[in-house]
């Protein structure tokens, strides 16, 4: 099941009056890229949601919710998982990865879980950053993660935890599928 990410983008967009080229000017995405994400012709990657989460002032977990009552706990099984696909790049070029999001009724949360699968290798290395930590953990494969300058080999059992501040990038080591859990704070 996909959520309607772009429409809830249209809507803060258009009550506070901003047009496509407003919300480029401040999140220095193209007016165009953010058209195709409103009219849900591509999903945006975890970093370009939050940047856009950032700049309309909600929380990611606004993106997923259904208008459910805030409860103190979620139990979200396998088969209720809330996939977004489509994943794409600035300049139109695919990413090669799909993400679930593993929290979507939880009102409020302090963190976004997020399950990754990274199945191909993008040709492009644009790094994003955005506000916020993020944790990783390689499920299974093997994945590279660049921060800044630096890059890192990550295989089945390793972590990392960084300021998402830091430009960065997680990319298919070898062509090879990762799996990957993600959480990130805001």
């Given amino acids: 099941m996909e959520y309607n990410i772009g429409q809830k983008i249209k809507i803060l967009r258009k009550e506070q009056k901003l047009t496509l080229q407003d919300v480029a000017n401040e999140t220095s995405f193209s007016p165009a890229l953010i058209s195709q994400i409103e009219n849900n012709n591509v999903s945006p990657p975890i970093a370009t949601l939050s940047k856009l989460a950032q700049f309309f002032d909600v929380k990611m977990s606004y993106f ?102 830091v430009k960065h990038r997680l990319l298919a080591k070898e062509g090879e599928t990762v799996q990957v859990l993600a959480v990130v704070t805001r």
């Fill in 64 to 165: 997923f919710e259904e208008g459910q009552e805030s409860s103190r706990y979620e139990i979200v099984r396998r088969d209720e998982r809330r996939i977004v696909s489509r994943v794409i790049s600035k300049d139109g070029s695919r990413h090669g990865y799909t993400y679930e999001t593993l929290s979507y009724r939880k009102k409020n949360k302090k963190m976004e879980p997020f399950f990754l699968t990274v199945t191909e290798r993008a040709r492009e290395e644009t790094l994003y950053n955005h506000e916020g930590e993020e944790f990783l953990l390689i499920v299974s494969g093997k994945a590279e993660i660049i921060l800044d300058k630096e890059r890192f080999t990550l295989e089945e059992g390793d972590a990392i935890y960084f300021d998402s501040t």
